[in-house]
């Protein structure tokens, strides 16, 4: 099984701030890398797929790089409604791994 | 409104069995490939089952094999998760996810997810 890494496990940054967070694949993984935003209660929300591709409807302040094995989700000017937690997925292959998730609370 | 509703979920015994229900609206799920993913509570999320859009196709986690079986019925715009020789390390809220891709060419992320249903698996 591909393994998953994420850094930071938590951070806290103050409204505008920019963010980064980092997903690490135990094999090489070309692109295919995708992330979510989990908040409690809601149902999951797809942010980014295809490692550098955005969602539709996702605000434009999320972006994605890398490719192979190291990957960034990057906010750029963080919002009070970004408070959630981030999880990197790959789907290279089976079974579908994740990271661990990153804890994102806005200050 | 484009959704998928879980239901189905709460308390069973080690052992036991349950089965999970997802409704879908807004979309017909028999143009899709339909996933079951799960989080256990405080922790992160692991893929459970796949499905092809007609349900010839079925791919488990090992964790889950033998024991779990991911169904649809197309007419009913539902899918299913039987679960069967319930575990405590089983315990978990389940997902169900609707794979990207249209026509049956999955990408293998997921763009729609419902907001889970609470399996607690206990004595």
């Known amino acids: 099984d591909i393994q998953m890494t994420q850094s930071p496990s938590s951070l806290t940054a103050s409204v505008g701030d920019r963010v980064t967070i980092t997903c690490r694949a135990s094999q090489t993984i070309s692109k295919y890398l995708n992330w979510y935003q989990l908040k409690s209660g809601k149902a999951p929300k797809l942010l980014i797929f295809a490692a550098s591709s955005l969602q539709d409807g996702v605000p434009s302040r999320f972006s994605g790089s890398g490719s192979d094995t190291d990957f960034t989700l990057a906010i750029s000017s963080l919002q009070p409604e970004d408070s959630a937690i981030y999880y990197c997925q790959q789907s290279y292959s089976t079974p579908f791994t994740f990271g661990p998730g990153t804890k994102v609370d806005v200050k | 409104e484009v959704q998928l509703v879980e239901s189905g979920g709460g308390l069973v015994q080690p052992g036991g069995s349950l089965r999970l229900s997802c409704a879908a609206s807004g979309f017909t799920i028999s143009s899709y490939w339909m996933h079951w993913v799960r989080q256990v509570p405080g922790k992160g999320l692991v893929w459970v089952a796949r499905?092809?859009?007609?349900?010839?196709?079925?791919t488990y986690a090992d964790s889950v094999k033998g024991r779990f079986t991911i169904s649809r019925d197309n007419a009913k715009n539902t899918l299913y998760l039987q679960m069967n020789g319930l575990r405590a390390e089983d315990t978990a809220v389940y997902f169900c996810?609707?794979?990207?891709?249209?026509?049956?060419?999955?990408?293998?992320?997921?763009?729609?997810w419902g907001r889970g249903t609470l399996v607690t698996v206990s004595s």
């Open positions: 996810v609707r794979d990207y891709g249209y026509g049956g060419n999955p990408y293998w992320f997921f763009d729609l």
């Open positions: 499905l092809n859009s007609d349900g010839s196709i079925t």
